[in-house]
């Protein structure tokens, strides 16, 4: 049995996500990303991404572009279990992305995406907190040429890109193309976490992998279609693209 397109998509996805399985390799991939030699993307892949991809090639491909792409949630680790692969740990960039900014204490960051006041929330925030050291700030909402040439003036060691899917990987994607030494994070919401417009749910709930349910009972309406339509549909594909492996692997 040949594999859909979209389970091609989702082979690819699997293949370049790097699994971290324990707190020392997290504290390794930490160094690496702090020291980039060249210009390195890091992304984030959680259910809705897997959903996106699907639908999206050209996100699908700057996605698997991305230098380093970390699991991120429940639903993958669910994947990866029904795969018979060991999902590590939760690398989600709500939490690890606020540990990069702090190994670039005293470095120049740029801050593009979500909008004001959360933006510059934000950045003041990462000041007090992380001791960097803002040298662009500019919402999520600008041109792709508008991004590359803050880049090219200010040349930032570390851009926080919250834009949200699936444009920050498309403009992630380009400025590594054109970029020098530098870390480019596509944060999702991390800004709108950071700036004040979101909270996170309480620890307990976080270690239950429920954060999503949090933020449904937040945001009912933008969060709709994503997790009452996409988790089962994330669940139904999940099933769908085991069995297509197991068929192609001739195990059924």
């Known amino acids: 049995m040949a594999l859909w397109q979209w389970q091609n998509r989702w082979q690819c996805i699997i293949d370049a996500?790097?699994?971290?399985?324990?707190?020392?390799?997290?504290?390794?991939?930490?160094?690496?990303?702090?020291?980039?030699?060249?210009?390195?993307?890091?992304?984030f892949v959680n259910a809705h991404a897997m959903?996106?991809?699907?639908?999206?090639?050209?996100?699908?491909?700057?996605?698997?572009?991305?230098?380093?792409?970390?699991?991120?949630?429940?639903?993958?680790?669910?994947?990866?279990?029904r795969l018979g692969l060991a999902p590590g740990l939760n690398m989600n960039g709500t939490d690890f992305i606020p540990r990069l900014m702090a190994a670039y204490r005293g470095r120049k960051v740029a801050f593009w995406g979500t909008?004001?006041?959360?933006?510059?929330?934000?950045?003041?925030?990462?000041?007090?907190?992380?001791?960097?050291?803002?040298v662009s700030v500019h919402d999520g909402f600008?041109?792709?040429?508008?991004?590359?040439?803050?880049?090219?003036?200010?040349?930032?060691?570390?851009?926080?890109?919250?834009?949200?899917?699936?444009?920050?990987?498309?403009?992630a994607a380009r400025l590594a193309a054109v970029g020098g030494p530098c870390l480019i994070v596509c944060g999702g919401a991390i800004l709108d976490f950071l700036g004040g417009k979101v909270s996170r749910a309480p620890p307990w709930l976080r270690r239950l992998g429920g954060e999503w349910a949090y933020r449904l009972l937040r945001e009912p309406k933008r969060l709709f279609?994503?997790?009452?339509?996409?988790?089962?549909?994330?669940?139904?594909?999940?099933?769908?693209?085991?069995?297509?492996?197991?068929?192609?692997?001739?195990?059924?």
């Open 17 to 43: 996500l790097e699994v971290v399985p324990d707190s020392g390799a997290a504290q390794r991939l930490l160094d690496r990303l702090a020291a980039p030699q060249a210009a390195t993307v890091l992304g």
């Open 51 to 81: 959903n996106l991809v699907v639908r999206d090639g050209a996100y699908c491909q700057a996605l698997s572009a991305a230098d380093v792409l970390l699991r991120d949630g429940s639903g993958m680790a669910i994947l990866y279990r």
């Open 115 to 134: 909008q004001q006041p959360y933006l510059n929330q934000a950045v003041q925030r990462c000041e007090t907190e992380f001791g960097v050291v803002p």
């Open 142 to 171: 600008a041109s792709l040429e508008t991004y590359l040439q803050l880049a090219r003036e200010q040349q930032p060691e570390l851009i926080v890109l919250g834009m949200g899917m699936p444009k920050q990987e498309a403009v």
């Open 225 to 252: 279609m994503r997790y009452v339509v996409g988790n089962p549909l994330f669940l139904l594909r999940t099933l769908l693209y085991r069995k297509a492996a197991d068929s192609a692997r001739g195990t059924v």
